[in-house]
């Protein structure tokens, strides 16, 4: 196992298109987690899943958002009529129990024209 | 609501020389803290973390943090740094039934 994983690494989108992106977590992690990344900013919460339940959505997230686990291993992040301030690194996590050490994937990075 | 302040967005140093990467956080029950390392074009990494028992964690690479109750504190430091050490530097605390809170970050810039 070498890691968290996603795709794609980069997405280049028009305004008021649906974009999704997938992560790979570590084979037995149970938990997953969103963040978002923009410049000069550290990683912001969006959501997390154990298992495949998802347990927490930030109060931030648009209900354009929206991420599924379906058979808790694999997750994907769909965003839905992208707007420009979109355009952000979206990164994922995954660990094995609550306090334990994430382990982040290299991010999505999406740029919304 | 969780919040961590890291006050020095950038820090440039010279080599071989000390750093502290300053973090404080705002909580007020049992916290666990960590400190992630991002390099350049790379994805975040843990660098060490506090989650009970000795208030100084080390990392393997030479940094330590200790961390300090009644000051809400976690710095960074390192005695002696590297060029390898250019990244950015994030605090992150968590409690309990919360997620994780991330800073916003200290580009550590170290020079020859």
């Known amino acids: 196992d070498t890691g968290v994983s996603q795709n794609p690494r980069h997405k280049i989108t028009k305004r008021g298109q649906n974009v999704t992106f997938r992560c790979d977590p570590i084979?037995?992690?149970?938990?997953l987690y969103w963040y978002r990344q923009t410049l000069g900013q550290g990683p912001e919460f969006l959501t997390y899943?154990?298992?495949?339940?998802?347990?927490?959505k930030s109060r931030l997230l648009s209900d354009r958002f929206s991420a599924e686990r379906p058979k808790g291993s694999f997750s994907t992040l769909e965003i839905q009529r992208t707007e420009q301030g979109d355009s952000a690194m979206y990164l994922c996590?995954?660990?094995?129990?609550?306090?334990?050490?994430?382990?982040f994937g290299p991010g999505t990075r999406l740029l919304v024209l | 609501a969780q919040s961590v302040t890291q006050l020095d967005s950038q820090v440039p140093v010279f080599e071989e020389a000390p750093v502290e990467l300053r973090c404080n956080y705002s909580?007020?029950?049992?916290?666990?803290l960590f400190w992630y390392v991002q390099y350049p074009n790379q994805g975040l990494q843990l660098l060490l973390k506090?989650?009970?028992?000795?208030?100084l964690v080390e990392s393997i690479n030479g940094f330590e943090a200790e961390f300090n109750k009644s000051q809400t504190s976690f710095h960074l430091r390192k005695p002696s740094v590297h060029i390898s050490d250019t990244a950015e530097y994030f605090c992150?605390?968590?409690?309990?039934?919360?997620?994780?809170?991330f800073g916003p970050g200290t580009r550590l810039s170290v020079l020859p």
């Open positions: 992150a605390v968590r409690t309990r039934g919360q997620n994780f809170v």
């Open positions: 506090y989650l009970s028992g000795s208030t």
């Open positions: 899943f154990q298992n495949e339940a998802q347990l927490e």
């Open positions: 996590a995954s660990s094995f129990g609550e306090i334990e050490t994430q382990y």
């Open positions: 084979s037995e992690h149970n938990r």
């Open positions: 909580s007020s029950v049992s916290v666990y």
